[in-house]
């Protein structure tokens, strides 16, 4: 048992063989130029602008460089997002964390803990994670009312968790689906428990496991918007809010939404750089099977 | 690896914790519109040095953006020491109607403040119950602005009247690839919507719509559609894209000649671009609303539950003392409603404002809270979008009554 | 020992359950009962802290479908519907170009692959910030082929109110009953290719008598009483290509890891029988990415029925040309403090969804659940 069983074939390594000539291969590149374009220039676009000085941003000089380098706008735009990064951090890390944990025992149970039921359960439960937010905005805020956590980060982060699970027990169902029974059989023979079996096998060999779940979750938290609107109040705002309001608002200067846009981005960003094959995976196991 | 993020994000969680002495005042004045507010804040922290005050702002065109969260946050059990509200039905026909609010009349007692605003004004912030707001300025909604020596430039004036601006100001001007009105996000639409419907329906019949006595179906207020159409024949055509102050400065720089908007583009344009009045900007009562004053208030109010609610009160009575007013008004380009308020402080166009204030009729804006009910007011945005897709007058009003039908206005 | 163990894993699932069942069921079935009420409707309920709610049956609703002023509800729909078209040809096609290209061996393919998925990474707000600089009226890229000398283009990306393909809202039903005849008339030919002619012969006629309706004018349906346009909005255009670059990528990986999967003997034996290279995709390596296809459709198709803050930080929460029914919800529930119509707006726009999601989640478990 070792990562390769974990890898349920998604990867995207290059094919080795198949030889392909001809004389059209400069087209092949020109496609792939004009691609590496279109997804870039916007980036282009947001770096100069977040570097010029606010005066220097007309719209008929768009694309060129700035004249002078005005790294003042992250300075600005850090002094105004730093809490609302905070707030992001602590949402994301702390529902991401319970979200994942959940999710690798609901995993254990339902693949190796068949019970009656659990073919209608699971379908039930990942139903969850297609529905329209909207569908239970107005029910969740009356409810995180009643309990007192309206309006306060750990709402938000109850809120994430509970509807993290579905796609996190779905990774782990399919990733613990993969570790032969045989291992548990014989771990149970030693006298294992339920939660020695997971403690002593399933656990160790769920690293993998757990940082695709962990990215993909992370990801999502930190970019979701529709219960960041409608469950914060001031202290509480992640990012998205925040750089939505100033760049929906009535800023006129458009160096600061970029560069607050820049720091929005970047931690799902470099996450995605670093780990960017465990990130692929998480997303090819979104589509309900893989 | 997780012991660690789960240790990391209760040391960060727990940093959350309450300050000794709160005060969370809500409103929608960033950016342009910050320092103003700042500087009431400035003076309430001075006298309550132990107090934290959170600024809690969301901003949006005319505090749409705002309302909708505010309105989570009340449904959430959640309110704000204080919040910033137009006088008028979005007070009455939201929050009081729905027994959110403290009644505020010991307040108004104590402080003289029945007696420092005018009675019209507390008229718009009451009813049998109670006074339910302080109110901390006044704003004009029907004012035209221009640029005097740029309309020289082009051989142009004031109009009188929309039908000579559709007939001579906007031909004329567009002629010399000038962009003749300027309007931007949807909002400002409707804010030009009621300039025109009071220019061509006159203070009563305006004042009959909202109340229920002169149908939306009514002729004169077709005629009223047929001629807002005809004004925004004379528009520029990328206007869902542009915020009310990138309309402004399309003024500024030349692009366009005119404008209708309220009066907080007076604070803008001296504070933020530091343009002088009377000579770098010109205005008007819109065309044909000479001697009305099509008004707005904001006012600040006590939310049933608010948390910390002897910091709230405080808080309110600064808002309606004549140091407050005169504190924030000037730097918010409004005027203060108090009729002590030192003029001296104010600049050109604030003491012209005043003195409107004080001889014009008085009619609400529909657009910024007083005149109708919310529901009236929001689905409005919906009226003005079947207008402008159809084109057509009879639509427009035939779906106006519908909403006003529909959310029984004026009952 | 094990009936113990069993037990104790049943215990501790139950609070995942527990969650999901209040969170996922309650709610939406909370959110149906608002939305058979009057909430909304009186305003001293509206925002009172515990509002006292009357049943009003299927009122929301009606007035949703048929009431004058929800045309915009309907051209949220038609929106929707435009959008989710445009958005799944480009991502897909996108998507699918970029995969082959990068399947030809070429160089720098990780960097190729990085640079074309990071979009994905990104929250809808910074994409929407972002491209809502790029297609300024008069900067961005309209203003790119200055670049090389060209003239500007003057195209009014998000703010146009151009609306083009309009249609009667009242020739839906006949629409939906051809689309309805075709896929019965698909149905007929497949049963008639495996010898079941009697369910051939049902489909058949079922065929028959939706396309007899359709083709009369649906007799006996009046949605309104007088004839209604709905069309594309032009201003979809400028989204759809934002949604289009964020999220191309993903389909792009979708069908990268499909080609990979295409055993490299079908296509060397393909190339054998004398296959051009285009044969060998047109032949082979297409057809086995149907099933790729049809789940990247369903995941992006849930996706932009849902899309709402994409639109919230491109065009703003209320502009109207560019609203569908997701920020509606938002606006009539917080904005005009009609909680019902929200939450009618709300059931609706999940049907959408779960007309979509429930038969695809049906299907790819029921493989499983044999296995």
């Not at chain 1, 994670?129 to 995180?144: G, T």
């Not at chain 2, 109009?159 to 949807?186: H, K, R, S």
């Not at chain 2, 004042?207 to 005809?230: C, N, Q, Y």
């Not at chain 3, 938002?330 to 007309?355: C, D, K, P, Q």
Request: hydrophobic share 50%; proline share 4%; glycine share 10%.
């Amino acid at each position: 048992m070792s990562a390769q069983a974990q890898d349920v074939g998604l990867d995207l390594g290059r094919r080795r063989s198949g030889g392909r000539r001809g004389r059209f291969r400069w087209m092949i590149y020109a496609g792939l130029l004009l691609a590496t374009a279109f997804y870039l220039l916007p980036v282009y676009l947001v770096v100069v602008t977040a570097l010029k000085e606010p005066a220097a941003i007309t719209l008929a000089d768009t694309w060129r460089l700035p004249e002078t380098w005005n790294w003042g706008s992250f300075a600005t735009a850090w002094e105004a997002f730093a809490p609302t990064l905070r707030n992001s951090l602590v949402l994301a890390v702390s529902a991401t964390a319970g979200s994942a944990l959940l999710g690798s025992m609901n995993g254990y149970i339902l693949s190796k803990w068949r019970f009656p039921g659990a073919n209608v359960v699971f379908p039930l439960m990942l139903f969850g994670m297609f529905i329209p937010y909207q569908a239970i905005l107005i029910p969740l805020f009356q409810f995180l009312r009643d309990v007192g956590l309206y309006g306060d980060l750990a709402g938000l982060i109850l809120t994430h968790v509970v509807y993290g699970l579905p796609i996190t027990t779905l990774i782990f169902r399919n990733f613990y689906a993969e570790i032969p029974d045989e291992m548990l059989d014989s771990a149970k023979i030693d006298g294992a428990g339920f939660f020695g079996i997971y403690a002593r096998i399933l656990f160790p060999l769920s690293v993998s496991g757990f940082v695709v779940v962990v990215i993909w979750q992370f990801t999502q938290i930190w970019n979701e918007f529709l219960f960041a609107v409608t469950l914060t109040r001031q202290e509480t705002q992640p990012i998205t809010v925040a750089l939505a309001n100033l760049a929906g608002g009535e800023a006129v200067n458009w160096n600061l939404p970029m560069a607050g846009s820049i720091l929005a981005a970047l931690p799902t960003l470099l996450i995605y750089i670093v780990l960017g094959r465990y990130f692929i995976r998480g997303l090819l196991a979104g589509s309900v099977k893989g | 690896m997780l012991r660690h993020i789960l240790a990391l994000s209760v040391v960060l969680g727990f940093g959350l914790g309450a300050a000794q002495g709160e005060l969370e005042i809500f409103s929608w004045w960033a950016g342009d519109e910050g320092p103003a507010l700042e500087a009431l804040i400035e003076l309430y922290e001075a006298d309550h040095p132990d107090t934290e005050v959170i600024n809690a702002t969301v901003t949006g065109g005319s505090g749409v953006n705002a309302r909708a969260v505010l309105k989570t946050r009340m449904l959430g059990g959640d309110p704000p020491d204080s919040f910033q509200v137009h006088a008028g039905e979005e007070l009455i026909g939201t929050w009081v109607a729905a027994d959110r609010m403290e009644d505020l009349t010991p307040i108004f007692e104590r402080e003289g403040f029945m007696e420092a605003f005018p009675d019209d004004l507390i008229e718009l912030i009451s009813t049998d119950e109670g006074i339910w707001s302080v109110p901390v300025n006044i704003h004009r909604s029907n004012v035209l602005w221009f640029d005097p020596d740029r309309l020289d430039e082009w051989g142009v004036s004031v109009p009188n009247g929309w039908g000579e601006f559709i007939d001579e100001t906007c031909p004329a001007l567009q002629d010399q690839g000038v962009t003749p009105l300027v309007v931007g996000e949807n909002w400002t639409v409707q804010h030009l919507w009621e300039s025109v419907a009071l220019a061509e329906l006159g203070n009563d019949d305006y004042s009959a719509l909202f109340e229920g006595d002169l149908p939306w179906t009514d002729l004169r207020v077709v005629a009223a559609w047929e001629t807002f159409g005809d004004v925004m024949a004379c528009t520029n055509d990328d206007a869902a894209g542009l915020s009310w102050q990138q309309a402004t400065d399309r003024i500024v720089a030349g692009d366009a000649a005119f404008n209708v908007m309220g009066d907080w583009a007076a604070g803008y344009k001296v504070t933020t671009l530091g343009l002088e009045p009377g000579t770098d900007f010109g205005w008007a009562a819109s065309p044909g609303t000479d001697g009305t004053f099509m008004l707005l208030s904001d006012s600040f109010g006590l939310p049933v539950g608010a948390p910390n609610r002897a910091e709230a009160i405080q808080w309110l009575e600064l808002v309606g003392s004549k140091e407050g007013q005169d504190a924030f008004n000037p730097l918010k380009g409004s005027i203060s409603p108090r009729v002590d308020s030192d003029l001296s402080l104010y600049n050109a166009y604030l003491r012209s404002a005043a003195e409107d204030f004080a001889s014009d009729a008085k009619v609400g804006s529909l657009v910024h809270g007083t005149a109708a009910k919310e529901a009236f007011m929001s689905e409005f945005a919906t009226v003005m979008e079947i207008f402008l897709s159809t084109g057509s007058a009879d639509a427009a009003a035939n779906a106006a009554q519908a909403v006003a039908t529909q959310v029984g206005l004026g009952e | 020992m094990r009936t113990n163990d069993r037990l104790v894993a049943f215990l501790m699932l139950l609070p995942s359950l527990v969650l999901l069942a209040i969170f996922v069921y309650g709610f939406i079935g909370r959110t149906a009962w608002v939305s058979l009420t009057n909430w909304g409707a009186d305003a001293t309920q509206a925002l009172a802290l515990n509002p006292e709610l009357a049943f009003v049956g299927l009122e929301n609703y009606r007035k949703l479908f048929t009431g004058l002023i929800d045309v915009r509800f309907r051209q949220d729909l038609v929106n929707t519907f435009f959008f989710t078209l445009f958005f799944l040809l480009g991502t897909l096609g996108l998507g699918l170009g970029l995969a082959i290209l990068l399947d030809q061996k070429v160089r720098f393919e990780a960097v190729f692959r990085t640079i074309f998925l990071f979009p994905f990474a990104l929250a809808f707000i910074v994409t929407g910030t972002v491209w809502r600089w790029m297609l300024q009226p008069s900067g961005g890229v309209n203003v790119l082929p200055e670049l090389v000398g060209l003239p500007a283009l003057e195209i009014r990306w998000l703010t146009t109110r151009e609306q083009i393909w309009q249609f009667d809202w009242n020739t839906v039903p006949a629409f939906l009953a051809a689309g309805a005849a075709l896929a019965f008339a698909y149905a007929a030919w497949r049963a008639w290719g495996t010898g079941r002619r009697v369910r051939a012969g049902v489909h058949g006629i079922l065929t028959l008598g939706l396309a007899g309706w359709a083709a009369t004018g649906t007799p006996g349906v009046t949605l309104l009483p007088y004839p209604e346009p709905h069309g594309f909005n032009v201003a979809f255009v400028g989204i759809v290509i934002a949604a289009v670059w964020q999220l191309s990528g993903y389909t792009m990986a979708l069908y990268l890891a499909g080609l990979r999967g295409v055993p490299e003997e079908l296509r060397e034996a393909a190339r054998v029988d004398g296959a051009s290279e285009f044969g060998v995709y047109r032949h082979v390596v297409l057809p086995l990415l149907g099933p790729i296809t049809l789940s990247a459709m369903i995941i992006l198709g849930h996706i932009s029925l849902k899309i709402f803050d994409l639109i919230w930080a491109m065009a703003g929460a209320d502009n109207a040309t560019t609203d569908v029914p997701a920020l509606l919800m938002y606006l009539r529930s917080f904005r005009a403090n009609r909680f019902a119509e929200g939450a009618a707006i709300a059931i609706v726009l999940l049907l959408m969804v779960a007309l979509v999601i429930v038969p695809y989640l049906r299907s790819s478990l029921k493989g499983e659940v044999r296995r």
